[in-house]
């Protein structure tokens, strides 16, 4: 094993990991290699003012033809047909979405990505825009 001698901390790098900042901002965050969907703080807050919940245990994902860009979190309950869990870990909560990235405008993503999000009233769910990246 190489023997290292003691380095002074000013001499070290430090190694970050290039992120868009999605503080304050409703979006959230799909990961086609894992088909992960991360909603961010700022998300949630637009999710339990909306709905009155406090937390965000189950939602189902929409589709509709008539607009491929977009896609449809609409919270619901444990017996709702098509539902998916919540995870949380920690403060960040994150759906299984591995089917959705083989879809529409997420099919082919390499790379994770951050899309717009609004509440929509008339559907009463979170409204993904993937025409619409986060910046």
Not at 7 to 30: H, M, P, Q, Y
Not at 68 to 94: A, L
């Amino acid at each position: 094993m190489l023997e290292i001698p003691k380095l002074n901390e000013e001499e070290f790098d430090i190694v970050k990991d290039e992120r868009k900042r999605a503080a304050g901002k409703t979006v959230v965050s799909v990961n086609p290699k894992l088909g992960r969907l991360v909603l961010y703080q700022a998300t949630l807050a637009t999710i339990r003012e909306k709905t009155g919940k406090e937390e965000l245990t189950y939602v189902v994902i929409k589709m509709h033809p008539r607009y491929p860009d977009y896609f449809w979190i609409q919270p619901c309950s444990e017996d709702t047909k098509g539902r998916r869990k919540v995870h949380r870990i920690g403060s960040t909560r994150m759906l299984s979405v591995k089917k959705l990235t083989g879809l529409g405008r997420l099919k082919g993503m390499e790379t994770t990505e951050q899309f717009q999000a609004q509440w929509d009233e008339n559907n009463n769910a979170l409204v993904v825009d993937l025409s619409n990246p986060a910046t």
